[in-house]
């Protein structure tokens, strides 16, 4: 059965709740859907809370989980999705925390998900949102593929074989050239060659532009675990 969004607790007096009902919004909505479903899981892998944004620490860096609302979210709906970024330390990362976009690595949770769409997931909270299928959906993505992307990527190790993997793809930018450089080669042999003939191709790739999904009441079922 659907779970209504605006929901009061049982034991409200009628007229206090049908008040209650006109004063909660969709933010609220949101609100409730990150304590209840969100914080829980992720403070359970061990990840700081500050608002919508949670962090998980390693010697080499810091991963950023951060939730992000849409512009036109309003009291009706809100629509969110998820940024993902960690930032190291031998690289420069020291203190203040970044944001996500500002991070040596960064993607959308889109990217994690079954279809590893190059494109951008974003879900809808309104008076047709189921909150608990929501909430089940989310507890399972940040399980199964969030937190082992985070804990693959928050050594320089794990930075180390991403940014060969994008290499042996042809999609290195310069700055990553540099940070292979400053962290250094599994292969310097083999692949330093490879690494700048994938630089110079990368010039000559026309930039292509990111398709953005239209907002779901609801995720997709599957997650792969790979």
Known sequence: SRQRLFQVPRGVPPRIRETSLRLMTAHDAYDRFLATSVVPVLKGLGYRRSRGTFTKSSDDGVAIVEFQKSKDSGRDAVTFTVNIGVAYRPLGFSGRLPKSWDCHV????GSLLPDRSPGEYWWLIDDRTN???L???FAQYLEEAVDPFVQRMLTVDGLRRH???R???GTLTDAELGWLDRIGLSDPDALTKQALAMRARNRDLSPTRSTIRQPAHVP???IETR
């Open 106 to 109: 960064f993607l959308r949770i």
């Open 131 to 133: 909150l608990e299928l």
């Open 135 to 137: 909430g089940a959906r």
């Open 163 to 165: 940014l060969e993997a």
């Open 167 to 169: 290499a042996a793809r």
């Open 220 to 222: 997709p079922l599957v």
